[in-house]
T-cell receptor
Framework: ETGVTQSPTHLIKTRGQQVTLRCSSQ?????VSWYQQALGQGPQFIFQ?????ENGRGNFPPRFSGLQFPNYSSELNVNALELDDSALYLC????WGQGSYEQYFGPGTRLTVT | GESVGLHLPTLSVQEGDNSIINCAYS??????FIWYKQESGKGPQFIID?????DKRQGQRVTVLLNKTVKHLSLQIAATQPGDSAVYFC??????????????FGGGTRLMVKP
């Protein structure tokens, strides 16, 4: 196990609703990245948080937003949910600037939008 | 745009045989590559990584080879076991300052180990 935890494990929402997913990073890690993994595909980078600020963003619309807290945990918020948002949402923690590039993933949150 | 891809979507091997999973990348500026293993219902698990100043790196039963000339990456698993059955992803770093914190993943190869 990596020490990265995510909640909830599963979630069902209806189109147009909003959702908040949570991630606790591994002890000693200061960076959290979020990825979306559609069924049968590789993870796609959403954004990354470092020192409580967004530190890079993939090709996702503004209705995907996030936060990082002083304890390095993070939230992913998605507004106006669409059916195509159904996916496994993964967070990964790492230690940027400390010489290690390894990213450790949590188990993910399975979001289903109906 | 730049991408990381895989040649074979499914690989079936006999238990005890060696497995080789291949990956092509297109971003010649990438200098850090990782292999992940993902079992059903779980997040990707780090297997092994390699930086572009190396062409080979070995771990426990796994070896990663990097050929920068043809932009090719491979993962070799020795004496494949049933527990190795999973989807394997290669990923490349495309973050700022080569920080290794923003990854582009390929589509994955499913490894099936036959007893």
């Amino acid at each position: 196990e990596t020490g990265v935890t995510q909640s909830p494990t599963h979630l069902i929402k209806t189109r147009g609703q909003q959702v908040t997913l949570r991630c606790s990073s591994q002890s000693g890690h200061n960076t959290v990245s979020w990825y979306q993994q559609a069924l049968g595909q590789g993870p796609q980078f959403i954004f990354q948080y470092y020192r409580e600020e967004e530190n890079g963003r993939g090709n996702f619309p503004p209705r995907f937003s996030g936060l990082q807290f002083p304890n390095y945990s993070s939230e992913l918020n998605v507004n106006a949910l669409e059916l195509d948002d159904s996916a496994l949402y993964l967070c990964a923690s790492s230690s940027w600037g400390q010489g290690s590039y390894e990213q450790y993933f949590g188990p993910g949150t399975r979001l289903t939008v109906t | 745009g730049e991408s990381v891809g895989l040649h074979l979507p499914t690989l079936s091997v006999q238990e005890g045989d060696n497995s080789i999973i291949n990956c092509a990348y297109s971003n010649s500026a990438s200098d850090y590559f990782i292999w992940y293993k993902q079992e059903s219902g779980k997040g990707p698990q780090f297997i092994i990584d390699i930086r572009s100043n190396m062409d080979k790196r070995q771990g426990q039963r796994v070896t990663v080879l990097l050929n920068k000339t043809v932009k090719h990456l491979s993962l070799q698993i020795a004496a494949t076991q049933p527990g190795d059955s999973a989807v394997y992803f290669c990923a490349e770093n495309n973050g700022p300052n080569n920080a290794g914190n923003m990854l582009t993943f390929g589509g994955g190869t499913r490894l099936m180990v036959k007893p």
